[in-house]
């Protein structure tokens, strides 16, 4: 069964960076998408940024110019630098690999950003 780990999560002042990692623990075949999420307590989750095969990357507006999504296709690795994190960064950010075969989520990592 395919999972998907997230690490890299912590707690960092307004300002700081971090990056998140996120690899599969089983086989997973022919990748379109790899995306990172988020939820902030009492929100929704949210898109941060997604990256196709093919290329095409996708920054939510509140992200853009500070993170940073890449991919290593041929480890089934994302990653997510965040640079100049601020407090209303803070949430659980999730991973998401898409293929014609399904739709995998990661449990979570906790970023928290203090002001």
């Known amino acids: 069964q395919v999972q998907l780990v997230e690490s890299g999560g912590g707690l960092v002042q307004a300002g700081g960076s971090l990056r998140l990692s996120c690899a599969t623990s089983?086989?997973?075949?022919?990748?379109?998408?790899m995306g990172w999420y988020r939820q902030a307590p009492g929100k929704q989750r949210e898109l941060v940024a997604t990256s196709t095969a093919g290329g095409t990357i996708n920054y939510a507006d509140s992200v853009k110019g500070r993170f940073t999504i890449s991919r290593e296709d041929g480890e089934n690795t994302v990653y997510l630098l965040m640079n100049s994190l601020k407090p209303e960064d803070t949430a659980v950010y999730y991973c998401r690999f898409r293929n014609v075969y399904g739709d995998y989520w990661g449990r979570g990592t906790q970023v928290t950003v203090s002001s």
């Open positions: 089983g086989s997973i075949f022919s990748i379109n998408t």
